[in-house]
């Protein structure tokens, strides 16, 4: 008699961890520029700021249209393995509240409300903690060329001293900052980062509760996603904005001797320095960025999860019959 096959395990979490990676890539590149205008906007001082269109003209005769995607490339890749861990975490930890409720015997296995917020606190907290580093030095690359000019002085005459404006690449940007700030650097910003664990709790739980209800009357389509995932991250980022604008700074803190500060003394001296309104520097280009790039996350998502889930049981089905 022939030996059976092995049956190969649907592991879900990996298949919704790379549909995640997928869509975040996706849809970071096609938002990225107002990326680059909200970080600018957030470490600058209130002096140096300017308007969204001012801004983008600003980079664009300095740098080229180029100037808009500093740091792509450490961002993309950040991306990728944040939404990876985030979302292989979160259908971990949904998993073993769903399995729960069915050992509870309860009617629904669909996730309480305080359930989605303690699987988004799980999945948040791992995600801060492996990918903070990633984030630091895409932090560096995306300021560095506003940081240039800042410096540049004067020669006599009135001439611009010229400064090396090559762009330093990601790996560059890294060896830099270990050798002159020490591996402790790569963290700078984890304890708001880790506060700012609340937007994805936010953002998920309040999608998770809109698409239960639209589910309960029609089928939920990418459209559908696309303006669920615009909505929770609306929400989401408007509460959390003060604490984004506090760990962008902390990210570039250090450089030059600056003096390295907690996440409560910076926002006691941009309150002191700037008023309330330093807090929410760069809000707008971040909100549309933030909005657009959750919306398409969402709508990718589900269309590249159907895809991971179909190309895995196509390979399933031949390696039974091999």
Known sequence: MAESKPVIPQNDNVA?????????????????????LSTRAQVESRR???AFLAAVKKIVAREGVAGLYSGLSSALFGISVTNFVYYYWYEWTRAFFEAAAVRAGRASKKLTTV??????????????????????????????????????????????????????????TLL???????PQALFAGVVPALVLVINPILQYTLFEQMKNA????????????????????????????????VKSQMHVAG?????KE??????????????????????????TQSVITAAFLFA???????????????????????
């Open 115 to 172: 359930e989605s917020m303690m699987a988004g606190a799980i999945a948040g907290s791992a995600t801060v903690i492996l990918t903070n580093p990633i984030w630091v030095i895409n932090t560096r690359v995306t300021t560095r060329k506003a940081e240039a000019e800042a410096s540049e002085t004067l020669l006599p005459g009135g001439e611009k001293k010229k400064t090396d404006s090559r762009p330093p690449s990601t790996i560059g």
């Open 16 to 36: 919704h961890a790379l549909a995640g990676a997928g869509g975040g890539v996706l849809s970071m590149a096609l938002t990225y520029p107002l990326i680059t």
């Open 48 to 50: 140096a700021e300017t």
């Open 176 to 182: 830099a900052l270990l050798r002159t700030e020490g």
């Open 255 to 259: 450089r030059g001797g600056d003096r």
């Open 262 to 287: 907690g996440m409560m003394e910076a926002i006691r001296r941009v309150v002191k320095e700037e008023g309330y309104g330093g807090l929410y520097k760069g809000i707008g280009p971040k909100v």
């Open 214 to 245: 639209v589910e309960k009357k029609r089928r939920v389509t990418p459209t559908v996603a696309f303006f669920l995932g615009a909505l929770g991250k609306l929400f989401a980022t408007s509460v959390t904005y003060p604490y984004i604008t």
């Open 300 to 322: 990718f998502k589900d269309v590249l999860y159907e895809q991971t889930v179909r190309l895995r049981s196509s390979v399933a089905k031949k390696a039974l019959k091999a």
